[in-house]
């Protein structure tokens, strides 16, 4: 939300590609949810790729706003080919991701989806509902420990995207920094990556 609000730039939205191969999509691949930001990149694919169209920022906002609520995970995406520079937000989700599928079915051992720098963590106050852990974690990070009758993070599986920080109805979980997962990405650092503002 705060690259979106911050960038003084063309934001494109469309289809996502994923969602149109997949047999059962979670949401019709129709419902337009990825993004390019910025130019030259925007602008190309909105003039080029009738899938997509150019958007107010308001607009894109409540595009991750509709994503956040389904539990999708807002990912930032750096292109090779455009000098590693930042271009896109996609609202991914386990079922339909090619990125996540990939990640979760080899055990995270391809590197093409980095950590946003947190980890997700349960405090007392969780009273083993498991609404986190009934289709919240894309990542399959979260399972319940029976003995314990909370939810248990696999610290080594979360990426910190912060699904299940929303989705807590007893907001049990919250995100804490963690070194190991490397640095958050800085919106300030994002315009400068290319984004102009």
């Given at each position: 939300?705060?690259?979106?609000?911050?960038?003084?730039?063309?934001?494109?939205?469309?289809?996502?590609?994923?969602?149109?191969?997949?047999?059962?999509?979670?949401?019709?691949?129709?419902?337009?949810?990825?993004?390019?930001?910025?130019?030259?990149?925007?602008?190309?694919?909105?003039?080029?790729?009738?899938?997509?169209?150019?958007?107010?920022?308001?607009?894109?906002?409540?595009?991750?706003?509709?994503?956040?609520?389904?539990?999708f995970v807002h990912s930032a995406y750096f292109k090779k080919e455009a000098g590693n520079r930042f271009v896109a937000i996609?609202?991914?989700?386990?079922?339909?991701?090619?990125?996540?599928?990939?990640?979760?079915?080899?055990?995270?051992?391809?590197?093409?989806?980095?950590?946003?720098?947190?980890?997700?963590?349960?405090?007392?106050?969780?009273?083993?509902?498991?609404?986190?852990?009934?289709?919240?974690?894309?990542?399959?990070?979260?399972?319940?420990?029976?003995?314990a009758q909370k939810a248990s993070v696999n610290l080594a599986k979360c990426m910190g995207c912060g699904v299940c920080v929303?989705?807590?109805?007893?907001?049990?979980?919250?995100?804490?920094?963690?070194?190991?997962?490397?640095?958050?990405?800085?919106?300030?650092?994002?315009?400068?990556?290319?984004?102009?503002?």
């Amino acid at each position: 939300r705060d690259v979106i609000l911050k960038v003084n730039d063309t934001i494109a939205v469309g289809t996502c590609p994923c969602r149109e191969n997949v047999e059962k999509p979670c949401i019709p691949p129709t419902q337009q949810v990825c993004m390019f930001v910025g130019d030259p990149f925007a602008s190309f694919i909105a003039e080029n790729n009738p899938k997509y169209r150019k958007v107010s920022q308001d607009e894109a906002v409540k595009v991750l706003e509709f994503a956040h609520q389904k539990g999708f995970v807002h990912s930032a995406y750096f292109k090779k080919e455009a000098g590693n520079r930042f271009v896109a937000i996609c609202n991914c989700c386990s079922c339909c991701c090619l990125g996540i599928r990939m990640w979760n079915q080899l055990g995270g051992m391809v590197p093409i989806i980095t950590a946003s720098g947190y980890v997700a963590e349960v405090n007392d106050d969780c009273n083993g509902c498991a609404a986190c852990a009934d289709k919240t974690c894309n990542f399959n990070a979260i399972s319940m420990d029976e003995k314990a009758q909370k939810a248990s993070v696999n610290l080594a599986k979360c990426m910190g995207c912060g699904v299940c920080v929303d989705m807590c109805p007893r907001k049990a979980i919250q995100l804490r920094r963690e070194p190991s997962k490397g640095d958050p990405l800085d919106v300030e650092e994002l315009k400068n990556l290319g984004v102009s503002g």
